[in-house]
């Protein structure tokens, strides 16, 4: 969404300026220089420079000009592209035996970051209801601690747990986020029917759902009387502290925060993960660590870095039988 925001703004500025250094011509006032308009158009506002030129009749006759209308088509492939690479949403699905006796279809959902699919997230909100889930996991970002907006995220999980019931852990993010207005969204959250799972977990009948906070990754030793002789699908939003989940006894764990590593090399694989290391593995899909399957969603939104390229959001759907 930044990146939406600057290319409105500065759109917005190019037209403007058009408009005005017309105004100044006619005055015979003093003129914005020709360098500084086209400097405009260079950053990405050629857009809003090409309508300004257009409909106040303002150097359209000029050659150093005809540079913008060029520009202009460059912005909108290149708009078209990073729009398509940011907002073409996918499915990615995967089969989990644990020796249930009842089928459990899970939909993850990782590192909105206040990503907006469709208006009030209809349109991820679509996919999901489409998967008819049993529940809905949260893994951990759904807030932005560069770009904060509570009210996104309260829109998403507000028809989400009308969907199937919400289970949520927090991400980094929400760690950085930390004080009241953090306090307040969890409780908001926890009054809209999302169940937090912050180091806690839940007997759900046949397997156990627990969860780890983001925040005591480094320093978490075990549950209290976890019932080890049933399965034990874990919600934790970093994949890296692997061995931390095979200890807590997780047979099955749903995590994210790498994004897909931003930029998804064909044949290489994912750049750079947020702790900048260079081509991490995993950086998506599935992997076992001596009979634990780890999930790690390539997530949905974006955070420092505003465009992914061929890591397209994705949406997790797990199977488990
Ligand atoms: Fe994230």
Redesign the pocket.
């Known amino acids: 969404m930044i990146l939406v925001y600057y290319l409105i703004l500065i759109n917005l500025v190019a037209f403007i300026l058009y408009g005005a250094d017309k105004a100044y011509a006619k005055k015979g006032a003093r003129r914005i220089p020709e360098r500084n308009l086209l400097l405009w158009a260079w950053l990405g506002g050629s857009i809003g420079a090409f309508l300004g030129m257009q409909i106040f009749r303002h150097k359209t006759k000029k050659a150093k000009f005809a540079v913008v209308p060029v520009l202009m088509v460059i912005e909108i492939v290149i708009c078209g592209f990073c729009l398509y690479q940011n907002y073409h949403l996918v499915k990615t699905e995967y089969e989990v035996d644990l020796g249930l006796n009842e089928d459990l279809k899970i939909v993850q959902v990782s ?1 909105l ?1 206040n990503q907006v699919f469709g208006l009030g997230e209809s349109v991820l909100l679509d996919k999901i209801a489409a998967e008819d889930p049993d529940i809905i996991v949260v893994t ?2 759904i807030v932005d601690s560069t770009h904060t907006s509570y009210s996104i995220a309260l829109q998403f999980v507000e028809e989400a747990v009308k969907i199937a019931p919400v289970y949520y852990i927090t ?3 929400e760690v950085r986020l930390a004080g009241p207005e953090m306090d307040e969204f969890m409780s908001d959250m926890e009054s809209l029917g999302v169940v937090m799972l912050d180091d806690k977990y839940i007997d759900m009948g046949e397997y156990i759902l627990a969860g780890v906070a983001d925040e005591s990754l480094d320093d978490f030793d075990a549950y209290d009387a976890l019932d080890e002789s049933k399965p034990v699908i874990m919600l934790a939003h970093e994949p890296q502290y692997y061995e931390l989940y095979q200890s807590l006894g997780a047979d099955l764990v749903l995590t ?2 790498y ?1 897909g590593g931003q930029i998804i090399i064909p044949g290489v694989g994912g750049l750079i993960s ?1 702790e900048f290391e260079l081509l991490p593995k995993p950086y998506e899909g599935m992997t076992d660590y001596s009979g634990m399957s780890l999930v790690l969603s390539r ?1 949905l ?1 974006n ?1 420092v870095a505003p465009v992914r390229i061929n890591d397209y959001p994705e949406l997790v759907v797990i199977n488990v039988t």
Request: no cysteine.
């Open positions: 590192d970051h951990g970002d991400g980094n993010h994210g925060h994004h947020p997530g939104g955070s």
